[in-house]
């Protein structure tokens, strides 16, 4: 994460619809969550826990062990 420009004002989400929105406007750049992320603390002062909330959670692929005989 960048450190914040104390002289550059930026929109602050901290509600949910307008978090949404942001999102939702930002998805086609983003290729994955992580560049949401930081496509969103770029421009935006976020609340973190509601971003985390919204984005789905991305699980590991299970490993499977192999079939016994």
């Known amino acids: 994460m960048l450190y914040a420009d104390?002289?550059?004002?930026r929109p602050t989400l901290v509600h949910a619809a307008p978090l949404a929105r942001?999102?939702?406007?930002?998805k086609p750049k983003a290729a994955s969550a992580a560049e949401m992320w930081r496509l969103l603390t770029e421009n935006y002062t976020v609340?973190?826990?509601a971003v985390a909330a919204l984005?789905?959670?991305?699980?590991?692929?299970?490993?499977?062990?192999?079939v016994r005989d």
Request: no cysteine.
């Open 6 to 9: 104390p002289l550059l004002t």
């Open 22 to 26: 942001a999102l939702d406007g930002l």
């Open 47 to 49: 609340d973190l826990d």
């Open 55 to 66: 984005l789905p959670i991305e699980e590991p692929e299970p490993v499977w062990l192999p």
